[in-house]
């Protein structure tokens, strides 16, 4: 019995990453886990990159680009905002976390969205702040 999964079709490929993606940062999650979960993690970044050449081969200009693009992530956009609201939400595990713990999360709750160090100390900055806010 084959117990792999061959997925090479573009369209098929584009559909498991809008997937991925709505469901690691659906707003309201049916199941919240996926959010931090390493292993979605690694899969929704290999995604990228076999979308990445896939559109390559297919003769997409700059497409390398587009999605390095895309993947970049800041406070506008609405991941973001879903990663934040999740760990205000549990600010009693974030207080138990190492700054390396926290950042190494993050990280993987943004996949496969990259984050500067710069926007990961925003972001923790912005956590650290709305939960002081909550809890005077």
């Not at 297919?58 to 406070?75: F, H, P, S």
């Not at 496969?112 to 939960?131: D, F, H, Q, R, T």
Request: without cysteine; hydrophobic residues 45%.
């Amino acid at each position: 019995m084959n117990t792999s999964l061959v997925v090479s079709d573009y369209p098929a490929l584009l559909a498991l990453h809008r997937a991925i993606i709505e469901a690691k940062f659906a707003e309201n999650p049916t199941q919240a886990e996926l959010l931090g979960s390493p292993i979605l993690a690694g899969v929704a970044n290999r995604l990228v990159d076999v979308l990445v050449q896939r559109e390559a081969e297919l003769g997409v200009q700059q497409a390398r680009d587009n999605w390095q693009k895309w993947r970049e992530i800041n406070a506008t956009r609405r991941e973001w905002g879903v990663v934040v609201k999740y760990i205000v939400n549990h600010a009693a595990v974030w207080h138990g976390w190492t700054d390396i713990e926290r950042k190494e999360t993050i990280q993987i709750m943004l996949s496969p969205y990259v984050v500067s160090e710069e926007k990961l100390e925003n972001l923790i900055a912005e956590v650290n702040s709305l939960i002081s806010q909550n809890n005077p």
